[in-house]
């Protein structure tokens, strides 16, 4: 394993940490450390997913268009009540599926 090379400031917080009794040794501190960082790299990763998902679908034409937020909004209840009586029946339907493609 590699020497890690810690600013003081890294150093005093760890120490703090410790010393607070958050944390039993510096070793705990930097576990909880790297496992926010993979934690939250793995959600940016899912975000950019998403994002291009998106993207992708704009492109592509896959697009809703809806005349008021009253329509958007019955759209929405529509598609939750398709999704518990999927759950309910024990079938699971993409979103895809779910919903019927208006332009």
Same mark, same amino acid.
Request: aromatic share 4%.
């Given at each position: 394993?590699? /020497? ?7 150093? =005093? ?10 944390? =039993? ?15 939250? #790299?793995? *959600? ?12 992708d679908d704009l492109e592509a034409g896959r697009v809703m268009e809806f005349s008021t937020a009253d329509d958007l909004t019955a ?5 939750? /009540? #398709?999704?518990?009586?999927? =759950? ?8 895809? /599926?779910?919903?019927?493609? *208006?332009?």
């Open positions: 394993m590699p /020497e890690i090379h810690l600013s003081e400031q890294d150093e =005093k917080f760890i120490e703090e940490q410790v010393a607070a009794g958050i944390f =039993k040794d510096a070793d705990a501190v930097i576990s909880a450390g790297l496992r926010l960082l993979g934690s939250k #790299e793995g *959600r940016f990763v899912e975000l950019q997913r998403l994002i291009q998902e998106g993207l759209h929405i209840i529509k598609l939750a /009540e #398709e999704q518990n009586e999927a =759950k309910a029946s024990g079938g699971h339907r993409s979103g895809a /599926e779910r919903s019927s493609r *208006r332009s």
